[in-house]
């Protein structure tokens, strides 16, 4: 990055090409196959503009990630929510509920805010049963934290020529949220079209330099795997000893259930922790905790006994 600093007043590659090559590359697809986007939240939105208008609709979790909600409210798409069961995605049920209005089925994998994640087994009889008309997004900000052998490979549906989008993201296991920048891998008919609809330079040159950089630097890879494992076991052991029953989370979050999210919100925020309360979410009893440094953890550990003593 502070190489490129230099060459900031110069507009980025808007064809993403080396990033785009190194990518592909790393996944056993085309380059033509990869879009690059102002983090994984701009080609959500892309898919909204391609895809969706009043007469078509969404199909995704009730309890799933709320940028897929948005977009459809955007296009005045319907939204079919479909129960979450352990507020696990049931990809049966979501498979079922694809109308021939369906043009995008959502699936966060793990899901924010609940951080469950569906296995191999059941996203091949999903793919099995799912009509080919909907696209399937898997929406995989967080698969990348998890150890490969946990990892479902859905990246061969798109390699097979099926309708499926799969979105990454540099935001999290890479630590480069604040520079935005993630990407999909799709079929390239589909990557054609998100490409007539995005900016010419969506993607800004520094993050596309740090990406590049990032994926090579598989020692901060390692070390960031590690912390978030930690951290989620002390996270929840801490949990347990409050006596407050979380959901066991593939991601790098834990949903918690704390009774009167919004007030342990606010009293948290007081003593300098920021968690997210759950009610936008329908779970008002909620809150959703994110690993941090060992440090961190604890002195949210800390805040969070205090908050429910006081109480
Ligand atoms: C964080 C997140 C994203 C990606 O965010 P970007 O920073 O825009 O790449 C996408 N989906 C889910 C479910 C997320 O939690």
């Not at 980025?12 to 190194?22: H, N, Q, S, T």
Request: hydrophobic share 45%; aromatic share 6%.
């Amino acid at each position: 990055m502070r190489e490129a600093a230099g060459q900031m007043h110069r507009y980025p590659d808007g064809d993403a090409f080396y990033l785009k090559r190194a990518l592909a590359a790393r996944l056993g697809v085309e380059p033509g196959q990869i879009l690059p986007g102002n983090g994984s939240n701009e080609i959500i939105e892309l898919l909204g503009h391609v895809f969706l208008s009043p007469d078509t609709g969404i199909v995704a979790g009730d309890r799933a990630f709320v940028v897929y909600r948005l977009v459809a409210a955007a296009s005045r798409a319907e939204v079919v929510a479909v129960p979450m069961p352990n507020y696990t995605h049931d990809l049966d049920a979501m498979a079922r509920a694809v109308k021939p209005s369906t043009r995008i089925v959502f699936i966060g994998n793990p899901n924010n805010p609940t951080g469950t994640l569906v296995g191999q087994e059941a996203v091949d009889r999903f793919m099995a049963n799912v009509p080919d008309h909907a696209v399937v997004c898997f929406d995989e900000a967080y698969i990348d934290l998890l150890p490969p052998e946990r990892r479902p490979d859905v990246l061969q549906y798109v390699r097979a020529g099926r309708n499926v989008v799969v979105l990454r993201t540099f935001s999290k296991l890479y630590g480069l949220a604040g520079l935005r920048i993630g990407y999909a891998v799709a079929p390239p008919e589909a990557v054609r079209l998100m490409n007539r609809v995005r900016q010419p330079f969506n993607v800004n040159a520094m993050a596309m330099a740090a990406a590049l950089a990032a994926m090579e630097d598989h020692a901060f890879v390692e070390r960031t795997r590690a912390l978030v494992r930690e951290g989620l076991e002390t996270l929840e052991g801490g949990f347990a000893r409050l006596g407050l029953p979380c959901v066991p989370s593939a991601a790098n979050f834990v949903l918690v259930e704390v009774k009167r999210g919004r007030e342990v919100f606010e009293a948290l925020q007081r003593r300098g922790v920021v968690v997210r309360p759950m009610d936008g979410y329908g779970l008002p009893d909620h809150v959703r905790i994110t690993v941090g440094t060992a440090k961190e953890n604890a002195r949210c550990l800390r805040a969070l006994r205090e908050v429910l003593a006081d109480r």
